[in-house]
């Protein structure tokens, strides 16, 4: 099957949002829930390519399927089902578009925080701590190595900008954000949900150096686990088997895409065509990643 690169579904569906790699639909008839469709598209240093992984909307979405089961005993979560055969009739006519790729999720009011949980010093982190010792403007311990794991995981969130790049705040700064209540809720939630995810990873050999969850509230103000959980596109997964202190670790799922990209010096442009090795040996990533956390065999 050739990457799907984009969705098209004709009313009562209405496309509402589209992000990287999700296109996201209401349907005009039950405006509770909403469609998440994960597409093949492939983003890199912030721009999407012109071509896409085949089946990689696919792989994302069982992935995210299996977290939100891992993590159902202890949350609340948006999903209602991403089992073809349990969505809404409504659906049936767009199989091309939409089978083993959506999920059917409740909407709810989303929470303006992205909340990140670190297990790891990395990224952002490792640059923020070189320079004065802290991480989110929290002082971390003295002498800590790029990749090393923090004494214990620490709540890390940052703004959801509408436009530009999400900034790291200190968890503090949440209160004022979302009031001190929902603050505290979501940062203990965050991070127990986060040693759930490592401690389940970690059997299978994967580390996660740290992920982002998003949250949204009901009409009880009850706390719920939306957005996508745990995927290569939320989280920073390395090898276990490949994973030293005092360097950065390969990212997992992108590696081959970065490293080309670098290579043939067009990083961040928009528009660039993969050769068919690069597609090939990144589905290959992403189907080692579903079979590692998931514990099955990828079946196109
Ligand atoms: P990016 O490609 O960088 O992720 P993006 O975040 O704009 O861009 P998506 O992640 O595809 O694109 O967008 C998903 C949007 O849907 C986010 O704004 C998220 O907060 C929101 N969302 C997630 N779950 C729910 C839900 N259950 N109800 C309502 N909105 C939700
Ligand atoms: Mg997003």
């Known amino acids: 099957m050739p990457a799907l690169l984009q969705t098209n579904l004709p009313a009562p569906f209405r496309k509402i949002a589209s992000g990287k790699v999700r296109d996201i639909y209401e349907c005009q008839e039950d405006l509770s829930t909403l ?10 240093f912030d721009v999407i390519m012109e071509n896409g992984i085949p089946d990689k909307g696919k792989i994302l979405t069982k992935i995210s ?7 159902k005993p202890h949350t609340a979560t948006h999903l209602v089902t991403s089992e073809w055969d349990k969505m809404p009739a409504v659906a049936a006519p767009f ?3 939409l089978k083993d790729r959506t999920m ?19 990224g952002s982190a490792w640059s923020e701590y070189k320079k004065s010792g802290t991480v989110h403007g929290m002082p971390m311990p003295e002498g800590m190595q790029e990749s090393q ?7 890390t969130p940052s703004t959801k900008a509408a436009e530009g790049h999400d900034e790291n705040i200190h968890p503090d700064q949440v209160k004022d954000i979302i009031g001190a209540d929902l603050a505290a809720k979501v940062a203990e939630l965050s991070v ?12 299978k050999g994967i580390i996660i150096a740290d992920t982002k969850f998003e949250f949204g509230v009901d009409e009880q103000n009850n706390v719920i686990l939306v957005d996508e959980v745990l995927t ?21 799922d992108k590696q081959y895409l970065r490293n080309w990209l670098i290579a043939e010096n067009v990083r961040g442009k928009p528009g660039v065509k993969l ?11 992403y189907i080692e990643a579903y079979e590692m956390i998931c514990g099955k065999k990828w079946v196109a």
């Open 192 to 203: 127990k949900l986060y040693k759930v995810a490592r401690d389940t990873a970690k059997e």
């Open 232 to 252: 290569p596109d939320s989280s920073r997964f390395w090898l276990a088997a490949d994973y030293a202190v005092g360097k950065p670790q390969e990212s997992f």
């Open 275 to 285: 050769p068919e090795n690069i597609v090939s040996s990144t589905r290959q990533k």
């Open 149 to 155: 794991a923090f004494p214990e995981p620490l709540f």
């Open 104 to 122: 059917l999720v409740r909407r709810y009011k989303v929470l303006p925080i992205e909340a990140i949980v670190r297990g790891y010093i990395t």
């Open 35 to 44: 469609y998440f469709v994960a597409t093949d598209r492939i983003s890199a």
């Open 65 to 71: 399927e299996f977290w939100f089961n891992v993590l």
């Open 95 to 97: 199989a091309d578009q």
